[in-house]
């Protein structure tokens, strides 16, 4: 009797247990990862697109450390990447689409456009081929390879393809809201992160008095004058610390290096490109590349080049330079060159 | 003998594969294969969906709205009079004056109504009188797991050059007033539309993960179910949400937990109306008054439908006697069980 009952209750506790096992189940009952848009499954439906992706990007390492990728242009051995990854980094190596290491040469970079001109080794990889369409429609399938040119990665083209206008360089200063207009210059209240003036020295309370050989008197003249440059462009400073004035010559940040940490959207967008701005005409696209994943192909669903990928914007952002865009920049490059 | 037992587990097996590919009634009015398979095989299978987004998306835009006034969010007319469903930290609260935004840039003076905060989903109502375009809204609970969907937004605010944005993904999960989905998000999108492959609205972007690609909406089912207190103007809470709208208190005295077939009852409460109607742990309750109980809630819900001494008819399916039944049980007042909270005391003592 005692047995039986104990039989029943073990019967009953097991029959619950497996019941919050089922409900466990329920709840994580997510689709699975392989099935997703960027899952295994769904990213090898890509097919011949995929594997010209892979075949036509190679990665750019600077000492061992990949920082971008870069879309091999013809079998003599061109390439181009996004010019900005390649700033204050040396050392540069490569890695074909065979992960065998290769040598690569840093032709020349092109400003405008954000592009640089590689030279690899003739017969690597497979040369991409280029499609030209100006105003690719919302809603097409487009490929890239990730970080590394690890795995591809998808998307679709998200909205329409237009330009976008170029930020300015930034010192990373926060001013005294209260102008005082009898006075000259412009206090300086705090500092934002990555502030390339609080790197050279210019401290709290310190007024700024002249831009270059331009007499600051507002808020408004100060942002006006700093507008005027682009990132990384060295600006005159002249500072009134006290009775002392003292000059500086500081080297302005990107906006993203400093006011975007700031940014709410920024902020849970991770690591986005330094240079995000300041092109002609971009394809945007969904795929959720890393900055380091610049400079590779865009291929649509044919496996053909849209583009090359130009800066991660954003969460939901990437943008790519058009072929036709990429293929001028080659152009003028390479005459450069000679 | 032998080929008996083969056949019929090869039945089984064709039944349990099959339900997962017919799941979802979207799919059946979807001609091409690829919205019946796990995943996409091939790239005409990618241009399928490709194709079938495009065949939706400009009425989709038509009818997808930004939305001022609490920061920048996003929303979608969804009749022609111009009511906006949104999220309910778009709409923020009732009566404010609010701008909306159509995609040409048009802008229109609106109001917001009534918003759940449990469920974060909101009303606006379009002030000035008009003709607007509008979209259809999905019946609810219609997206499945593993659906494709397509989510539309003005991420980061409205930007007449870039347009609206557009993202492609599947369903991740979906709960009672969840949906979630692999297309990315960011601020600016909240309260703009999720759509199935018919350009349906199927859900309303609320918030975002840590993973970029695993963000959440809210269900249509949760708009349904707040729908005429939100066109009131009230603002549903937690607590009063669901299964508190028509507590009458009706009580039935039991522990239970979710079942795939309704709910399992884990424990009876001694002298309650259930240990009269002879109800044991280990009973499986399917339906009350010819209900189908699909969760907890509903269960909650139907059974607060009904007051103290009100009879309710209970589908049981029986651990101990075997058998499934109907049992009738007269329900009784929660406070001779469950003695009501006392506020707290906190004065001098």
Same mark, same amino acid.
């Given at each position: 009797?005692?047995?039986?009952?104990?039989?029943?209750?073990?019967?009953?506790?097991?029959?619950?247990?497996?019941?919050?096992?089922?409900?466990?189940?329920?709840?994580?009952?997510?689709?699975?990862?392989?099935?997703?848009?960027?899952?295994?499954?769904?990213?090898?439906?890509?097919? *011949?697109?995929?594997?010209? $992706? +892979?075949?036509?990007? %190679?990665?750019?390492? /600077?000492?061992?450390?990949?920082?971008? #990728?870069?879309?091999?242009?013809?079998?003599?051995?061109?390439?181009?990447?996004?010019?900005?990854?390649?700033?204050?980094?040396?050392?540069?190596?490569?890695?074909?689409?065979?992960?065998?290491?290769?040598?690569?040469?840093?032709?020349?970079?092109?400003?405008?456009?954000?592009?640089?001109?590689?030279?690899?080794?003739?017969?690597?990889?497979?040369?991409?081929?280029?499609?030209?369409?100006?105003?690719?429609?919302?809603?097409?399938?487009?490929?890239?390879?990730?970080?590394?040119?690890?795995?591809?990665? *998808?998307?679709?083209?998200? $909205? +329409?393809?237009?330009? %976008?206008?170029?930020? /300015?360089?930034?010192?990373?200063?926060? #001013?005294?809201?209260?102008?005082?207009?009898?006075?000259?210059?412009?206090?300086?209240?705090?500092?934002?992160?990555?502030?390339?003036?609080?790197?050279?020295?210019?401290?709290?309370?310190?007024?700024?008095?002249?831009?270059?050989?331009?007499?600051?008197?507002?808020?408004?003249?100060?942002?006006?004058?700093?507008?005027?440059?682009?990132?990384?462009?060295?600006?005159?400073?002249?500072?009134?610390?006290?009775?002392?004035?003292?000059?500086?010559?500081?080297?302005?940040?990107?906006?993203?290096?400093?006011?975007?940490?700031?940014?709410?959207?920024?902020?849970?967008?991770?690591?986005?490109?330094?240079?995000?701005?300041?092109?002609?005409?971009?394809?945007?696209?969904?795929?959720?590349?890393?900055?380091?994943?610049?400079?590779?192909?865009?291929?649509?669903?044919?496996?053909?080049?849209?583009?090359?990928?130009?800066?991660?914007?954003?969460?939901?952002?990437?943008?790519?330079?058009?072929?036709?865009?990429?293929?001028?920049?080659?152009?003028?490059?390479?005459?450069?060159?000679? | 003998?032998?080929?008996?037992?083969?056949?019929?587990?090869?039945?089984?097996?064709?039944?349990?594969?099959?339900?997962?590919?017919?799941?979802?009634?979207?799919?059946?009015?979807?001609?091409?294969?690829?919205?019946?398979?796990?995943?996409?095989?091939?790239?005409?299978?990618?241009?399928?969906?490709?194709?079938?987004?495009?065949?939706?998306?400009?009425?989709?835009?038509?009818?997808?709205?930004?939305?001022?006034?609490?920061?920048?969010?996003?929303?979608?007319?969804?009749?022609?009079?111009?009511?906006?469903?949104?999220?309910?930290?778009?709409?923020?609260?009732?009566?404010?004056?609010?701008?909306?935004?159509?995609?040409?840039?048009?802008?229109?003076?609106?109001?917001?109504?009534?918003?759940?905060?449990?469920?974060?989903?909101?009303?606006?109502?379009?002030?000035?009188?008009?003709?607007?375009?509008?979209?259809?809204?999905?019946?609810?609970?219609?997206?499945?797991?593993?659906?494709?969907?397509?989510?539309?937004?003005?991420?980061?605010?409205?930007?007449?050059?870039?347009?609206?944005?557009?993202?492609?993904?599947?369903?991740?999960?979906?709960?009672?007033?969840?949906?979630?989905?692999?297309?990315?998000?960011?601020?600016?999108?909240?309260?703009?539309?999720?759509?199935?492959?018919?350009?349906?609205?199927?859900?309303?972007?609320?918030?975002?993960?840590?993973?970029?690609?695993?963000?959440?909406?809210?269900?249509?089912?949760?708009?349904?179910?707040?729908?005429?207190?939100?066109?009131?103007?009230?603002?549903?809470?937690?607590?009063?949400?669901?299964?508190?709208?028509?507590?009458?208190?009706?009580?039935?005295?039991?522990?239970?937990?979710?079942?795939?077939?309704?709910?399992?009852?884990?424990?009876?409460?001694?002298?309650?109306?259930?240990?009269?109607?002879?109800?044991?742990?280990?009973?499986?309750?399917?339906?009350?008054?010819?209900?189908?109980?699909?969760?907890?809630?509903?269960?909650?819900?139907?059974?607060?439908?009904?007051?103290?001494?009100?009879?309710?008819?209970?589908?049981?399916?029986?651990?101990?006697?075997?058998?499934?039944?109907?049992?009738?049980?007269?329900?009784?007042?929660?406070?001779?069980?469950?003695?009501?909270?006392?506020?707290?005391?906190?004065?001098?003592?």
């Amino acid at each position: 009797m005692i047995l039986k009952i104990r039989l029943i209750i073990t019967f009953q506790v097991l029959t619950l247990f497996s019941i919050n096992i089922i409900e466990a189940q329920d709840f994580l009952d997510e689709l699975p990862t392989s099935r997703r848009l960027n899952g295994k499954q769904t990213v090898k439906a890509f097919g *011949i697109a995929g594997d010209n $992706a +892979k075949l036509s990007t %190679i990665t750019i390492l /600077s000492d061992k450390k990949a920082i971008a #990728l870069a879309t091999i242009i013809d079998s003599d051995g061109y390439c181009v990447t996004k010019a900005s990854e390649l700033e204050g980094q040396e050392a540069f190596s490569a890695i074909s689409p065979n992960s065998e290491k290769i040598a690569v040469d840093v032709l020349g970079t092109d400003k405008v456009t954000d592009l640089a001109l590689l030279k690899i080794e003739p017969n690597i990889g497979k040369p991409v081929k280029w499609i030209m369409q100006k105003d690719y429609s919302q809603g097409s399938w487009v490929c890239s390879m990730n970080h590394q040119a690890e795995s591809l990665m *998808i998307g679709v083209v998200s $909205a +329409k393809s237009r330009s %976008i206008k170029s930020r /300015s360089g930034v010192l990373g200063v926060l #001013l005294d809201p209260k102008d005082d207009p009898k006075k000259a210059g412009v206090a300086i209240v705090e500092f934002g992160p990555n502030s390339p003036a609080l790197k050279e020295g210019i401290a709290r309370g310190d007024i700024v008095i002249q831009v270059e050989e331009k007499e600051i008197m507002s808020r408004k003249e100060l942002s006006d004058e700093i507008k005027k440059f682009a990132p990384l462009d060295v600006v005159k400073l002249k500072i009134l610390r006290g009775d002392e004035g003292i000059a500086f010559n500081v080297t302005l940040n990107y906006m993203s290096n400093v006011f975007d940490m700031l940014d709410r959207n920024q902020k849970m967008s991770g690591l986005t490109s330094k240079r995000k701005a300041g092109f002609s005409d971009v394809i945007q696209h969904e795929i959720p590349l890393k900055p380091m994943a610049m400079g590779g192909p865009l291929l649509n669903l044919e496996g053909m080049a849209l583009g090359v990928n130009i800066a991660r914007s954003d969460r939901v952002t990437t943008f790519a330079l058009p072929s036709e865009l990429v293929l001028e920049t080659i152009t003028r490059l390479k005459t450069n060159q000679k | 003998m032998r080929k008996v037992t083969t056949a019929s587990i090869l039945i089984f097996h064709f039944l349990y594969l099959t339900p997962h590919s017919y799941s979802s009634p979207t799919n059946t009015q979807l001609k091409h294969p690829v919205f019946e398979k796990r995943a996409p095989e091939s790239p005409e299978d990618l241009l399928a969906i490709e194709k079938q987004v495009r065949s939706v998306l400009q009425t989709s835009k038509k009818a997808t709205v930004c939305i001022q006034g609490n920061g920048s969010g996003s929303g979608v007319i969804i009749s022609e009079e111009g009511l906006v469903l949104t999220a309910g930290h778009v709409s923020g609260e009732p009566d404010k004056k609010l701008t909306v935004v159509l995609q040409d840039g048009t802008k229109l003076e609106a109001k917001a109504l009534g918003r759940s905060s449990a469920a974060d989903s909101g009303l606006i109502q379009i002030t000035k009188e008009g003709k607007y375009p509008y979209v259809e809204l999905a019946p609810p609970a219609s997206v499945f797991k593993g659906d494709w969907i397509y989510a539309v937004g003005h991420p980061g605010g409205f930007d007449q050059e870039r347009g609206l944005v557009l993202r492609v993904g599947r369903v991740i999960h979906r709960s009672t007033d969840t949906i979630q989905t692999d297309c990315k998000l960011i601020g600016g999108d909240s309260g703009g539309p999720l759509f199935d492959m018919l350009g349906r609205v199927v859900g309303i972007h609320s918030r975002v993960s840590m993973k970029n690609e695993q963000n959440y909406h809210v269900t249509v089912r949760a708009f349904k179910r707040d729908w005429e207190r939100m066109l009131k103007g009230n603002i549903v809470s937690l607590d009063d949400s669901f299964a508190k709208i028509e507590r009458k208190g009706g009580f039935l005295g039991i522990k239970r937990v979710s079942h795939p077939k309704g709910i399992l009852v884990t424990g009876v409460i001694g002298n309650s109306p259930a240990a009269k109607a002879k109800l044991r742990a280990g009973d499986i309750i399917t339906h009350i008054n010819g209900a189908k109980i699909e969760n907890l809630n509903l269960f909650r819900y139907l059974i607060n439908k009904n007051g103290p001494g009100d009879k309710v008819v209970l589908d049981t399916i029986k651990r101990w006697d075997g058998g499934n039944g109907k049992v009738e049980v007269k329900l009784g007042n929660r406070n001779d069980f469950i003695p009501a909270k006392q506020p707290q005391n906190l004065g001098n003592g």
